[in-house]
DNA sequence: CTGAAAGCGCTTACAG
DNA sequence: CTGAAAGCGCTTACAG
């Protein structure tokens, strides 16, 4: 009653090893087997429920349909959806995906890598962590199938697919500035991933094409590694020791949700006396009272394109590096509205810069 | 430059495969190789980079070191945190997971245990739909490691870990008889599974209990399939006919934001005109304005003792069939303040039944 | 202390 | 039309 191969089948149908290989995989009629040892065989395989090996079967011919995916942590919003879509996507073409959290962390992410490098998957479908360029340029020139998601090196040949992040931010400040706030502060990471840095300069450069100046002060970064109780508590003590800005943009759902926190915690109405920004579309940002304005990323489609890419180097139709850059899309809901400044100014951009800002 | 195998260490070294082999998986010194040739097989392995087949090891020693892992829907926040906790715990013993969505849907379901099996998973973590009780049997039968998460089959000996979800809604009810409602609506899955049952259950008794007529009105069935649009629908015109109800229980996360939803456009307010509790907590719930009163789940328990069932019997140290029931949390927050009914009658629950309310 | 050989379950030229 | 044999990359008795 142990596993049943091939070999069990051979010996009960009466015919070789061979065979049996061969009708299993469906090519019984091009390699002209006669129909009567088909069925035999068929028959068979069914009524001993026969399961092939695909460890074996991987071994002999080198593919294992198997597709591996490390993002940050697959409890969060973006790459639960994400991993969502690329599973799909990936059974339609018979792969199955294994995926594992990196952490944000350096061992972590080595481990990971290790252990699906180890499992021969077929590609690799990684949000890197910045210490992974190593790994990830040495992947690159083994020429493994590879395409990274979220993020990407911009001195590595590696193919990728992440958002245009600079107009995202660049959008909200845009769509800010015209609703006549001036004092906008960013709550981002502290972080050197491109598109952290991607974010920040958006807001940078959107805020100089608004004549709105840049004030550091304005300005809180927050570790990757922090817990979210903890970001909450920064978020708080930052809106709290500026209580001159008007409007606050969080560059990420993990900074958004604690932002709220904060904000809720602070007793700070949104929308009324502060608008709200956030990156990354949720259920809370939709639901709430008032809804958020978010920079919503079209993540089936991320996910769709980068298993697209992923698989054209698997079957090797692709192989050159492929960069796809999706747009971002500003829903604007009930988080900014219309300044109603209490010197009740004209909502008029160019107007709101006048007063000039001293330095705390 | 392609693939390097034991082979290629044993030459570079001038030793034989079986020597390379037992160096390499930490047994040299147990096999008394000298200290020399080991130095010098690990140093040659670290050169060439080697990484082991973990296909051909599988083959040989019918280890894996992989689970799988089927749920409904990865992007559901409850499964997705629920893969977060096996993921980690997983790989602090050395395992890497697999997961699958089987879209509550019998083909789907059938299709990713399929693959799972031929890739030969070490053990098996299932959310099973109904029509997944044969090959539960099956699996339990070949004696493969296994256990059901978050629902189970009382007449299949497969090992669970479960919610006690009959306390859940029982609690529930109980905390809104106390709170002074009467016309308690519940909004759950059209659905034989147990754990739904056991909620309706819950329901039922409780209202009972408290002496609070059942109303087959105000029970409202959304089939699984229903897109979060369609329930939406569904559920707004479930409130609208039946605008007499002062509270409503959703069952599940998937129906509880849909809910809010329809109340939202329906511009009933809740905690004011109508009560809320919903099933699994969330950073909507409990960031909303009024935030929700909430069952949590021990997400992470309940992960945590699901691995180490199935560990166990991996490592074949417990494998009679073990059934965890975990205990519910009710967390009490805005939406279910104490009622201030119109007639100011008194918070008491024995006296709310009296008004019999005819059938509509 | 180390190595030759068998075998895990398959596929794939090659031969007839 | 079908089969014997080699081999994928490992581990593991067994022998010396």
């Known amino acids: 009653m142990k596993k049943v191969s091939i070999k069990d089948i051979a010996k009960k149908s009466g015919v070789s090893i061979t065979t ?7 090519n019984g009629a091009e390699r002209k087997i006669s129909e009567s040892v088909i069925k035999k065989i068929m028959d068979v395989a069914a009524e001993l429920n026969y399961r ?3 460890q074996a079967k991987s071994l002999r011919t080198g593919k294992t349909y198997t597709l591996g995916l490390i993002v940050d ?3 969060n919003f973006f790459f639960s959806h994400l991993a969502k879509t690329v599973e799909e996507e990936a059974d339609k073409f018979g792969y ?3 995926f594992c959290s990196s952490e944000n962390d350096e061992g972590k992410s080595r481990n990971v890598l290790g252990s699906l490098l180890n499992k021969q998957m077929d590609g ?3 949000a890197p962590t910045a210490s992974m360029l190593p790994e990830i340029n040495q992947l690159v020139q083994e020429k493994k199938p590879l395409v990274l998601v979220d993020r990407f090196f911009q001195t590595s040949p590696a193919s990728y697919v992440t958002l245009d992040n600079y107009k995202g931010t ?3 400040v845009t769509h800010l500035a015209k609703q006549g706030y001036s004092k906008i502060a960013i709550v981002t990471n502290d972080s050197e991933q491109i598109q952290i840095q991607e974010r920040f300069e958006g807001y940078k450069t959107a805020l100089r094409k608004h004549k709105i100046p840049f004030v550091p002060e304005y300005v809180k970064k927050i570790p990757f590694k922090y817990s979210a109780q903890k970001a909450v508590k920064e978020i708080e003590s930052f809106i709290a020791s500026n209580a001159d800005i008007d409007a606050v943009l969080f560059t990420s759902n993990n900074l958004g949700i604690p932002g709220l926190e904060s904000l809720k915690n602070l007793k700070k109405k949104v929308g009324e006396e502060i608008a709200v920004i956030c990156f990354d579309d949720n259920d809370h940002f ?3 009272s008032p809804s ?3 920079i919503s990323q079209p993540i089936r489609a991320i996910g769709k394109n980068a298993l697209k890419i992923l698989l054209d180097q698997v079957e090797k139709k692709e192989l050159s590096q492929v960069r796809s850059v999706l747009q971002p899309n500003l829903i604007v809901r009930e988080s900014t509205p219309v300044k109603v400044a209490p010197e009740v100014k004209q909502a008029d951009t160019a107007g709101v810069k006048s007063k000039k800002r001293t330095a705390k």
């Open 292 to 294: 958020i304005t978010v």
């Open 96 to 98: 199955t995906v294994m």
């Open 170 to 172: 660049f959008d909200s």
């Open 52 to 54: 092939p090996n695909q």
């Open 286 to 288: 939709r639901l709430a």
């Open 20 to 26: 049996v290989s061969i009708v299993l995989n469906g």
């Open 124 to 126: 690799y479908m990684i």
């Open 73 to 75: 942590d697959i409890s």
